[in-house]
């Protein structure tokens, strides 16, 4: 099983990115899901997640500007994320608990997908 980010890149300040995350592999179904990210220096931190049967949960300093969305049927995960700041600036990795069998489940993590938000 893998978790493949895409959508990343360089964008200017008040600019727009989609990420996605793509899982790949056997498995009988995923859990939660959700979004990370670790500027330099920084420790990883949350920006987005689903919990089982709950909605979505954000940082607060992306509420209003990030959405969080997910394609059960295509087992991808997005992040729109709108109003850009450079502090927005980081690696984001996607992570989910995914079911390998109706009762076993490991979570796992993407590779990580650059976002660099400057002029």
């Known amino acids: 099983v893998q978790l493949v980010e895409s959508g990343g890149g360089l964008v200017q300040p008040g600019g727009s990115l989609r990420l996605s995350c793509a899982a790949s592999g056997s498995f009988f179904s995923i859990d939660d899901m959700g979004w990370y990210r670790q500027a330099p220096g920084k420790q990883r931190e949350l920006v987005a997640r689903f919990i089982s049967g709950g909605s979505p949960d954000y940082a607060d300093s992306v509420k209003g500007r990030f959405t969080i969305s997910r394609d059960n049927a295509k087992s991808t995960m997005y992040l729109q994320m709108n109003s850009l700041k450079p502090e927005d600036t980081a690696i984001y990795y996607c992570?989910?608990?995914?079911?390998?069998?109706?009762?076993?489940?490991?979570?796992?993590w993407g590779q990580g997908t650059q976002v660099t938000v400057s002029s």
């Open positions: 992570t989910a608990v995914i079911r390998i069998f109706a009762a076993r489940k490991l979570p796992y």
